[in-house]
């Protein structure tokens, strides 16, 4: 029985990319004579260069200035609405009303100008999270940088997937394709050798390579052609287009309603100038002055909480596109489970055996049969672990996996067994390389004595002496969810192989690997919450059909069927695909990314709005062809975060599920803006139609500036707030409802119900003050100080409406004291309304500008009645509704 390797820390760190000695540099076209150290630079050489040199830092887009940015916040189109009605009001000899509307101009526009700073701060800060970084050799060691720390004269190693952050000369490549679509529009990736310069920006997509660094930061190609492309405006999202058709569907009805009773005012006798008044009035008291900031506001939220959750939001308008998923296409490995990776079982033609030890570390138990058992092993543990590329290092304390769980699984294991990697590679000098990659489903490393092979097991037992006991050995392993590969070898004879497919043939099968990744705490409730929530679940992986319905039984996704499909089955008409795979609980199998990229496409020509994981470099069609792409965050690529909406930095499926809920919750919130806000315009127009009706008999209740007052004094904090609800338990309940931010629901519950009660109450209280003072019905109302009470009356029974309103908007369904979820953000605002409520009303200079006086008892006894009377009518409404369903 070979013995177990125990004791202190050890690195186990293979360079399968290491120079041989003496090996030569390309610079330019000249054969540079300079020898290439083995070990890198140096610690203070890279110190020194990069005192010298600056950070490696590419550069992007520059934004615009902040005189900029704030300008912009005072010429968009409300803006200007706004900006040409208080030049007319100066116009028309009212400057009073035209000094209310620029400060409605310039308050709006800051705070605006404040809530973008506050959402790029947020979008830096999220950003930070996920440091780029290079592996390069220092001091003869392998790590990992922050690629700002590169420096010229780096020895970079560069593996699929990694982002090109310098321009680097290739002094060593092996399978080498690199994506230049960034800086050349090329979509077919270029094979690139030794000597060729490769450019930052760029990503690599299969292969392994080491190269030198040349050029850094502005330096570099890229930074001068991204020079060129700075100021270009991003494509407009779905929900900014949105926020557009709202934005102007607002404004056309302000301004219609403001002409259409301006020319009814002038029918019924009213003077120009009180038309105008009226008109004016009208059209400030329907614009919803803080209807971006809110919305910008409600996506930044949105996205700080997804940051607490583990899950990096790219684009803040993409937090919204979340909340309408309807299907989720997730990998298994990292996702489902927990990536991280450990052999269990060695089956091999002598035997089996079983291998017990905790996550990473070197130590571990060996549990088999004889010796023959024994030694066969040994040599499992020494061809798996030199054909890997992943390793195993000490962090804190604590083992981790360096590179692809699986691969330093591999490592770990030949430690485990008593195999001395590096021993084995002085005997045995490797002297060629062929990289996995996803269509061989293998790779291979040839030394000068033999060739050493791992793969997918239907990828290399084809090419091994036929081992029926194997077909069956690999069965049983699959079954158990474990992972497969099979190990196989074969002397070197004759000169090196100079191909792939020559190498790796007339192979000796030395056994079959089951490695185990256990399923992640929470995956079964996660995909449970899905089913509650009408979203469709698939698990899409490379994995063996086995290992992934293995999994899929025990995170409980195949709980409603037993569809399980190989990538190879899959239909070739798309319409015939999305047939099959449109249903809860499907299984695709050793799917191809190609494959990956159909079922996206099939998906959402059937009317879904797909999210789709990824993580390698070929995902990364699958993901831009999904609606949200999500990538890991420890596992993936920089070519699957770069195109992805939503990165999980914990790599789980769970975060998927949060994240959906947290978009629900923003749409939602959108709408409870819109509903509380034009509730309030009810309110507030309701005075300047009564008043036109009846050819101004009726005195005005609210005036112009008290409508101003309202809308900028008492409601933004509120609606902000409403902005800010965080999601409620009820969130995923049902599958999710696309509809427009302004529909026939919020339109007829505002202006149906909400509105009209809370009208109806400041005209109550309003009257109640004139009632309290004698005035019976039909006789003339006096305009003097019972006016100004009366016309507090009303305003403050609006501001009560509002308080009422506020509470009623954090559900659709449910009643305002039946809601679970806790705001204290929205407690506070209305604390602060009460108080600017009390400045309204008793503060002399400020009640003598709105033309206004503190209620009466009676009048504040009325308008202390909206309260109840709003949420009243909120419920009946809720309650009707929910009994139409």
Known sequence: MP????????????????????????????????????????????????????PNALPTARPPSLWRQMAGQFVHFFAL???????????????????????????????????????????????????????????????????????????????????????????????????????TGESVPAHTQRGELVHAGCYVVEGEARAVVELTGSSTRFASIASLTEG????????????????????????????????LALLLGTSASDGFLFAVGLTVAVVPESLLPTVTLSLAVGAQRMATRHGLVRHLEAVETLGST???CTDKTGTLTRNQMSVVEVWMPTGSASIEGVGYAPAGVVRGGSDSVARALVDVGRVAGRASTGSAVERDGEWVAQGDPMEAALVVMARRVGVDLGADERTAREIERFPFDPRRRRMSVVTDAEVLVKGAPDAVLPRCSHLPEADVALQRLAARGLRVLAVARR?????????????????????????????????????????????????????????????????????????????????????VLGALIDRDGVVVARVTPEGKLRIARALRLRGHVVAMTGDGVNDAPALKEAAIGVAMGRSGTDVARESADLVL?????????????????????????LTYHLTDNVAELA???????????????????????????????PALALGAEPPGAYVLDGPPVRRHLLDRQVFGRAFGVLGPVEAF???????????????????????????????????????????????????????????????????????????????FLFVPAVADLLDQAPPSWAGFGVALCAIPAVLLADWLWKRRRVRRR
């Open 3 to 54: 013995s177990v390797a125990r004791g202190g820390p050890v690195a186990v760190v293979p360079s399968p990319v290491l120079p041989r000695p003496g090996g030569d540099i390309i610079i330019g076209a000249v054969l540079s004579t300079e020898r290439a150290p083995e070990t890198g630079l140096t610690t203070a050489e890279a110190r020194a260069r990069l005192a010298v040199d600056g």
């Open 687 to 717: 005075p300047f139609v009564v008043w036109a009706l009846t050819g101004g008999r009726f005195p005005l209740a609210l005036g112009v500036l008290q409508v101003l007052a309202l809308d900028i004094g008492t409601d933004i904090l």
């Open 232 to 263: 270009q405006p991003p494509a407009p999202t779905p929900l900014r287009l949105e926020l557009d058709r709202v934005s102007r569907l607002i404004a056309a009805v302000a301004i219609g309603v403001g002409l259409l009773f301006f020319s």
């Open 81 to 183: 609405l706004f900006w040409v009605a208080g030049a007319l009001a100066f116009i028309a000899g009212l400057p009073q009303l035209g000094v209310a509307i620029f400060v409605v101009i310039v308050l709006n526009g800051l705070f605006a100008f404040a809530q973008e700073r506050r959402a790029e701060h947020a979008a830096r800060e999220l950003r930070d999270l996920l440091p780029r970084l290079a592996t390069v050799l220092r001091d003869g060691a392998v790590v990992e940088i922050d690629a700002e720390d590169l420096v010229t004269g780096d020895l970079v190693l560069l593996n699929g997937g990694d982002r090109i952050s310098a321009d680097m000369r290739i002094s060593r490549a092996h399978g080498l394709a690199i994506d230049t679509s960034t800086l």
């Open 761 to 839: 109450m400041a005209f109550a209280a309003f009257i109640a003050v004139f009632a309290a003072d004698g005035w019976v019905p039909g006789s003339p109302f006096d305009d003097g100080s019972t006016l100004l009470t009366a016309s507090g009356a009303a305003f403050t029974a609006v501001v009560f409406g509002q308080v009422a309103n506020a509470f009623a908007c954090r559900s659709a369904v449910r009643p305002a004291w039946a809601v679970q979820t806790r705001n204290p953000l929205l407690f506070w605002a209305i604390v602060v309304e009460l108080l600017v409520l009390a400045v």
């Open 326 to 328: 309807t299907f989720i």
């Open 491 to 575: 002397p070197l004879d004759g000169a090196p192989p100079i191909s792939a497919d020559d190498a790796e043939r007339d192979l000796t099968l030395l056994g079959l690997v089951g490695l185990e990744d256990a399923p992640r705490a929470g995956a079964s409730e996660a995909i449970a919450a899905c089913r509650r929530a009408g979203v469709r679940v698939a698990m899409v992986t490379g994995d063996h059909p086995e290992t992934a319905r293995a999994i899929a039984r025990e995170v409980g996704l195949l709980d409603h069927g037993e569809l399980v499909v190989v990538g190879d089955d899959l239909p070739a008409d798309d319409a």
């Open 649 to 673: 930095l914990d790599d789980d499926f769970a975060t998927i599920v949060a994240a959906i809920a947290q978009g629900r919750s923003t749409f939602a919130n959108i709408r409870r803006f």
